[in-house]
C-alpha cells in the first residue's frame, strides 16, 4: 500500500496537483495519552514527531506553505499546568529543531498575538523568526496564540482607523485590501486544510481564508498521523474539482 501510495504522489506532483498551501488542525494528542493511560503533555510531545515528520514531507514534495494550528486564543482556558507544559514544549522544540529548519531552508513564520505569549516563548519565537528570514523552501506558519474572529476584528479596526485618518477610502475597500491586513497577508489561502482525530469543525481557525479551502478530515489521533495519512490527504484533494463558483463546463 506503501509503495502504490508513493507511486500516486509521484504522478500527483508530475501533474502539478501538490497543494501550494497545506493548513492543518492537529488534533487528538490528549486523547492519544488518555487511550494509553499517560498524562495529556506526552500526548503533545508524541505530536511533536509528527510535526517534524509533516515538516520534511511537505519540504520534499515542494509544498509552499504549510500552516499549523498550534495554540489558539482558547486554548488559554486549559489547565495552567498544561498551558505551562506547552509552552516550555514549544521553547524546547524551537531550541532543538531550529538548526534543521536553517539546513532544510524552511522559513518560519507566527500567525497570531506573538507578544500574548509568555516572555520567553515570545523571544525563542522571534529569534527562530529572525534565523530563518532568509530561506526561500518552505514557509512554515504556526498558528500560536492565534483566533479567527480576533484576526478579523484587528484587521477591521486597523481598517477602519486608516480610514478615519485619510489613509483609506471606505468606498475602496475591497476583499484584497481586507487580506492585506490579516496576518496572512503575505500568503495565499489554504489549498488544503486536514483536521485530525474525526472532529467536524474548524475552532476559530483562518476564518477568512478558508473559504474556498478544500476539506479532508480523518479520524486517525495527530501523534498517529503517518507519511501514508498525509498522501491519502493529498490524493484526495487531487481527485476534487475546484471550481470557485463556477460550474464544470466552464473550467475545460
Not at 153 to 163: G, P, Q, S, W
Not at 164 to 169: A, K, L, N, T
Request: hydrophobic content about 40%.
Amino acid at each position: 500500500m506503501g509503495i502504490n501510495l508513493q507511486k500516486k504522489i509521484e504522478e500527483i506532483k508530475q501533474q502539478g496537483l501538490i497543494p501550494g498551501h497545506i493548513a492543518i488542525i492537529m488534533d487528538g494528542n490528549g486523547r492519544w495519552a488518555r487511550r494509553r493511560m499517560l498524562p495529556r503533555v506526552a500526548g503533545h510531545r508524541e505530536g511533536v514527531k509528527t510535526v517534524r515528520m509533516v515538516v520534511e514531507e511537505c519540504g520534499k514534495l515542494g509544498v509552499d506553505s504549510l500552516t499549523l494550528y498550534t495554540f489558539s486564543t482558547e486554548n488559554w482556558k486549559r489547565p495552567v499546568t498544561e498551558v505551562n507544559a506547552l509552552m516550555k514544549l514549544l521553547i524546547q522544540t524551537l531550541n532543538r529543531e531550529i538548526r534543521d529548519l536553517i539546513k532544510n531552508n524552511v522559513k518560519l513564520n507566527v500567525l497570531g498575538d506573538i507578544d500574548g505569549l509568555p516572555a520567553e516563548a515570545s523571544k525563542s519565537m522571534k529569534e527562530g523568526i529572525k534565523a530563518t528570514e532568509n530561506n526561500t523552501g518552505l514557509k512554515l506558519n504556526l498558528a500560536l496564540n492565534y483566533g479567527g474572529r480576533e484576526e478579523i476584528i484587528n484587521a477591521v479596526r486597523t481598517i477602519a482607523e486608516k480610514a478615519v485618518q485619510g489613509e483609506i477610502d471606505p468606498k475602496e475597500i475591497n476583499g484584497q485590501i481586507f487580506s492585506d491586513h490579516l496576518y496572512t497577508k503575505n500568503i495565499s489561502d489554504p489549498d488544503l486544510l486536514i483536521r485530525t482525530s474525526g472532529e467536524m469543525r474548524i475552532s476559530n481557525f483562518l476564518l477568512w481564508q478558508l473559504a474556498y479551502t478544500e476539506f479532508y478530515i480523518t479520524d486517525v489521533f495527530w501523534p498517529e498521523f503517518s507519511k501514508n495519512d498525509l498522501y491519502m490527504a493529498i490524493i484526495s484533494y487531487a481527485k476534487r474539482e475546484r471550481r470557485f463558483g463556477k460550474v464544470s463546463e466552464q473550467l475545460k
